[in-house]
């Protein structure tokens, strides 16, 4: 390509000087606005990305401490309960006098002590306190009237009552658990007890967490926070103040309104809150913002909210935003230093092309296929080193996968067995309940055999937890098990929802040998059956067919019920882990994608059918350990 010199010429001066006005004028302004509009845009970009990955992990401290306050309410919730056990309880009711308030006092005393909670006590149908744990104390709750309480008014009802307020004597803070204590069925009395829990908010500090609960009434009960304790959430109507005044239930508290300075609605559940900042924080700053996630507490009518301090995230942004619009100023000068030397260079060769017109021709060609040449190598090593980048993410990817499987596989077990180990856990509280009273009453006969019972059912939670063991070692995936011990040992761990319905099970299948292990096939079919259970639950006349027949090497079981069956929509996902038609409360969606993968990885298969007379089977087919030269008789 040949250069005309007459393009290089010099133009006249007031033509010339015009674009350069132009470019000192205008581009520096420009160059600056369109830094200050990037900064903004990378600034905003960083905000928002940032928010959604707070919001993603706010969610799992949501979850994992709503769930700690859950299990703080609920694990005293059996003690008023117990009371009905107790002889001198149900005396005193019916006939007061001081012996019977003393042994009560003592007992109520040594229970509160061993359960550790702040006060138990005693109260007639009047509402009046007969017994109590701190008897001994001078602010003794015994003979006070509480009838006012809405905790004794539900519970005198044969309502559970719960109830959170301010002691009207001791002006402390507490959950107050209540329960009716019945005889002959009727109720003769109320026991109370009432629970501290300022250790949450304790634990809450020194893991330098933000969070509160708040009541139905919208008050903070609980905080990380003290000043914000006792502050409603929203705006108390005049009702609402009058009958909290006339309850006591927050004694004489003013109840101030917690009002943020600025409230953003992001979704559901989710708030960018702003509030003053705390003088004992020493930030600096005038306010500071957080991130509210909120949640409802299970078996209460709290909401639990946890508040992710945003001031990190807003610096961050900040920067970003600041290391955008300086980039671009960089590269904006690089730009111009780059144009002007071009120019620079453009302007050399044009006159040296004028001058050696003959010789450029050669060195250009020489240079045009230098350049080719080049340009043909670089695209070369691009496409080398594109390709061992590729199998390099190729390997990665596979390795990876293969790591998730396994942690998936041993991560829906772990729920799956602790699903599992609530049955148990449940019948051995009840029988070393029952057990003490029986060794208090001479009943040695009855005690043994709870205590067998006991033993059998810690067999078959280690049995579970070695199952666990064994499935994460991928090693005893082909054991051995007896078809009827499992569907014994399933229905027996279901034995308490058999009970209450009215089912009608039906058996239509041999014992056999399978290639699986034992626990393994009795978890199948307890979330087989279990599932079975739950779409019968609307059913009059709930009926479990368990069908048996062989299938070559390989043994098919069949669990049908006429419950409402599957739906068509929900067909497509059955086997997705985490997908259920229950309520969250109620199930994960991981207990048939666990059992076709234990299924799966005995070299068995499960899979569903939709019979035309309604209801749902699932077909279980295991590997035989020894083929039967004739079929066995059904049991």
């Not at 980039?327 to 006159?351: M, P, S």
Request: glycine share 8%.
């Amino acid at each position: 390509m040949k250069c005309d010199p007459t393009l290089y010429r010099a133009s006249k001066p007031a033509l010339a000087v015009k674009p350069r006005l132009i470019r000192h004028f205008f581009l520096p302004p420009l160059i600056i606005l369109l830094m200050l509009g990037l900064g903004y845009a990378g600034y905003l970009f960083s905000e928002r990305n940032g928010i959604r990955t707070l919001s993603e992990n706010g969610e799992r401290q949501l979850e994992l401490h709503a769930r700690a306050v859950e299990s703080e309410i609920s694990k005293y919730t059996y003690l008023p309960s117990l009371l009905e056990l107790e002889d001198n309880v149900s005396k005193l009711l019916t006939e007061p006098d001081g012996a019977h308030r003393q042994a009560v006092n003592t007992y109520l005393e040594g229970l509160n002590r061993r359960s550790r909670s702040r006060a138990i006590y005693v109260l007639d149908t009047t509402g009046r306190v007969q017994a109590t744990s701190n008897w001994r104390d001078i602010d003794s709750y015994l003979g006070e009237d509480l009838s006012f309480r809405a905790y004794f008014q539900d519970a005198v009802r044969g309502q559970p009552g719960r109830f959170y307020g301010i002691g009207s004597t001791t002006g402390e803070p507490g959950y107050y658990l209540a329960h009716g204590l019945e005889e002959h069925g009727k109720v003769i009395g109320v026991a109370v007890i009432k629970v501290r829990m300022e250790a949450l908010e304790e634990r809450w500090q020194r893991a330098r967490l933000e969070a509160f609960v708040s009541d139905e009434n919208g008050i903070i009960i609980l905080s990380s926070d003290p000043a914000r304790r006792l502050k409603s959430v929203r705006p108390l109507t005049p009702e609402i103040k009058e009958r909290l005044a006339r309850s006591l239930q927050y004694y004489w508290w003013p109840l101030n309104e917690l009002q943020p300075l600025a409230r953003e609605r992001l979704s559901e559940n989710v708030e960018k809150l702003t509030f003053p900042a705390n003088a004992e924080l020493s930030t600096g700053e005038h306010e500071v913002s957080y991130l509210a996630q909120t949640r409802r507490l299970i078996d209460t009518p709290w909401r639990f909210t946890l508040l992710t301090p945003l001031q990190d995230l807003r610096h961050e942004a900040i920067t970003q935003g600041v290391l955008v619009g300086v980039a671009f100023a960089l590269l904006a000068i690089l730009l111009i230093a780059w144009n002007e030397r071009r120019k620079v260079i453009a302007t050399r060769l044009a006159a040296r092309e004028a001058l050696e017109e003959a010789n450029s021709q050669l060195e250009r060609k020489i240079t045009d296929r230098t350049a080719d040449l080049r340009a043909s190598n670089e695209r070369l090593k691009g496409q080398i080193r594109e390709r061992r980048h590729a199998e390099e993410t190729l390997r990665r990817a596979q390795d990876e996968l293969v790591q998730a499987g396994k942690l998936a596989a041993i991560g829906q077990m772990s729920t799956s067995i602790a699903h599992e180990l609530n049955q148990p856990l449940a019948a051995l509280r009840t029988l070393s309940g029952n057990t003490v009273r029986f060794l208090e009453r001479g009943a040695l006969d009855t005690a043994s055999t709870n205590l067998r019972t006991m033993n059998e059912l810690i067999d078959r939670m280690g049995r579970i937890t070695a199952s666990l063991r064994s499935f994460a070692r991928r090693g005893e995936d082909r054991g051995e098990a007896s078809l009827a011990k499992a569907v014994d040992a399933a229905l027996q761990v279901l034995g308490s929802r058999l009970e209450g319905s009215k089912l009608q099970l039906h058996h239509d299948f041999s014992d056999q040998q399978l290639t699986i292990d034992q626990t393994r096939l009795e978890q199948i079919l307890v979330n087989l059956i279990g599932n079975a259970l739950d779409a019968m639950q609307a059913q009059p006349q709930p009926e479990l067919w368990l069908e048996g027949e062989l299938a070559g090497d390989k043994y098919r079981l069949r669990v049908r019920d006429n419950g409402h069956g599957i739906d068509s929509e929900a067909r497509k996902h059955l086997f997705e882990p985490f997908f259920t038609t229950k309520p969250g409360e109620q199930g994960l969606g991981l207990g048939l994608t666990l059992s076709a993968s234990l299924a799966a990885a005995a070299g068995g298969s499960l899979s569903v059918e939709h019979p035309a007379s309604g209801g749902t089977a699932f077909v279980l087919s295991l590997p035989l350990l020894n083929a039967p030269s004739q079929p066995a008789e059904p049991i």
